[in-house]
C-alpha cells in the first residue's frame, strides 16, 4: 500500500500551464504503475494518462495528447503531471492512482488502481 498525495492544482487561463505532483509514501513505489484521472462537475471520473513501474512507458487518453506528460521519479517517491496549453474542458479534480504493477502496460481502468490520493482542483478560465 502506498498513500498518495496531489498538489500543485489551481487556476490558471486558458492556453496555459500547472504541473500537478503526487508523492507517495511507502518504500514501495517503484513497484506501482501511477495513473491521472479527473473528473468535471457532473461527470463521472475518466482516465488521463498512465506511467509504467519504470517511467519507460506512458499513455494518455486523446484528449491530452501532445499537452499533457507524465513523469517519475521514484527516488522522490513522486510522479508529475505536467499540463501545458490548458482548455476550459480540462477543468476538474484530478487524482492521481497507483497499481501494484511491474509490466510494461498499464490500465485505463479505474478498478486496476488500488490506492488513489484525495485530488487536486484544477481550474481552467477561458
Known amino acids: 500500500q502506498v498513500q498518495l498525495v496531489e498538489s500543485g492544482g489551481g487556476l490558471v487561463q486558458a492556453g496555459g500551464s500547472l504541473r500537478l505532483s503526487c508523492a507517495a509514501s511507502?518504500?514501495?513505489?517503484?513497484?506501482?504503475?501511477m495513473g491521472w484521472f479527473r473528473q468535471a462537475p457532473g461527470k463521472e471520473r475518466e482516465f488521463v494518462g498512465a506511467i509504467t513501474w519504470s517511467g519507460g512507458s506512458t499513455y494518455y487518453t486523446d484528449s491530452v495528447k501532445g499537452r499533457f506528460t507524465i513523469s517519475r521519479d521514484n527516488a522522490k517517491n513522486t510522479v508529475y503531471l505536467q499540463m501545458n496549453s490548458l482548455k476550459p474542458e480540462d477543468t476538474a479534480v484530478y487524482y492521481c492512482?497507483?497499481?501494484?504493477?511491474?509490466?510494461?502496460?498499464?490500465?485505463?481502468?479505474?478498478?486496476?488502481?488500488?490506492?488513489w490520493g484525495q485530488g487536486t482542483q484544477v481550474t481552467v478560465s477561458s
Open positions: 492512482a497507483g497499481d501494484l504493477n511491474y509490466s510494461d502496460y498499464v490500465s485505463i481502468a479505474e478498478t486496476a488502481y488500488e490506492n
Open positions: 511507502g518504500r514501495t513505489f517503484s513497484s506501482y504503475a
